[in-house]
């Protein structure tokens, strides 16, 4: 009898020494009281990638998503994003294609390109009905943003693959951001800009006189046979090597980012105008189809952007930082 009530109790207090023992010790329990997220400093441009970055950035206003505090700082041109890059006090940025080759050059390879998620976004629109080929745009000024990055390179390209030369045939005007070329074209009859996406939408709409004239992603690919590469999302390599698990699920997240905006572009389009990307809700549900916001990373990313990069150092090498980068540029 008393082995039988022995055995009972027990029985009882084993599951009761179980649970205590969970309580204090329990795997999941510790690691969530140790571990500390990783915080992740992250910058875009107020265009299309920011746009495909949207989800997520509404995800993490509520705190930390799979495992990462995320900071995310949104400017209107590269060089207000770039140095912050170099400096440290971004990790991760999304910046133009041709930039992230020249700033791992410039760095002694402290720049890794973890995924494109822009391909071409470039048009010429006009505050008239003139341009309706490259050759019409002889004699005439064009406004455009971005000089030193994709569209500088981009433009340059077309114009000379169609005999015409900068500061010759045409003048190209630059400004600091695409928002000062949209007043440009808007402010004047007969002007003509070389506009991204989603300042192509927001000039056309806002203004009826304004058309798409030119787009230069068709004309790129009618001379290359490849589309343009206009943004990638890179990395601080020193970043990388010290938090790989953080940097692969923000990739993770980033690219379910991207397929909300592309797949939900009402939704998406509340979440830009409120992240202050675009003014109209109207704007950027009809801008995101033309924004090619994409995510291509591994070797589909590595050989785009090698073929990419050989076009433009063949074109112009400083476009590049002078040197054709190597494949450790590649995050895979």
Known sequence: MKKTFMIFALVLLVPALIFSQGAKENPETVLAQVEQPVAVNVGALKGPTA????????????????????????????????????????DIAAVPANLAAVLYNNTNGNIEILAINTLGVLYIAENGDSVH??????GKTIYASGKGSTPEYALDYILDAY???????????????????VASIMAKSDAVAMLPQPFLTTATMTDNDIRVALD?????????????????VAARKDFVEENEAAVRSFLAEYEKSIEFTNEHPDEAAVLIVDAGIV?????????????????????????ALG???????????????????DDAIYFK
């Open 216 to 232: 230069l992603n068709q004309l790129w690919y009618d001379k290359m046979g490849s589309v343009l590469i206009t943004g990638v």
């Open 279 to 303: 003014p109209k809700t109207a704007i950027a549900e009809a801008a995101i189809p033309g924004c090619n916001i994409t995510y291509l990373d591994g070797d589909e990313m590595a050989k």
């Open 51 to 90: 746009m495909g970055m949207v989800k997520l950035m509404q995800d993490a206003s509520d705190g930390p998503v799979a495992g990462n505090d995320y900071t995310f700082t949104l400017e209107g041109a590269p060089d207000a994003i770039t140095p912050k890059l170099v400096k440290g006090e971004l």
């Open 163 to 181: 005999g015409l030369v900068d500061g010759k045939d045409v003048f190209v005007e630059w400004k600091s951001e695409h928002a000062e070329c």
């Open 133 to 138: 080929s490259v050759e019409d745009l002889r």
């Open 307 to 325: 073929n990419y990069f050989d076009v433009l150092y063949s074109s112009n090498p400083k476009s590049v930082g002078g040197t054709i980068p």
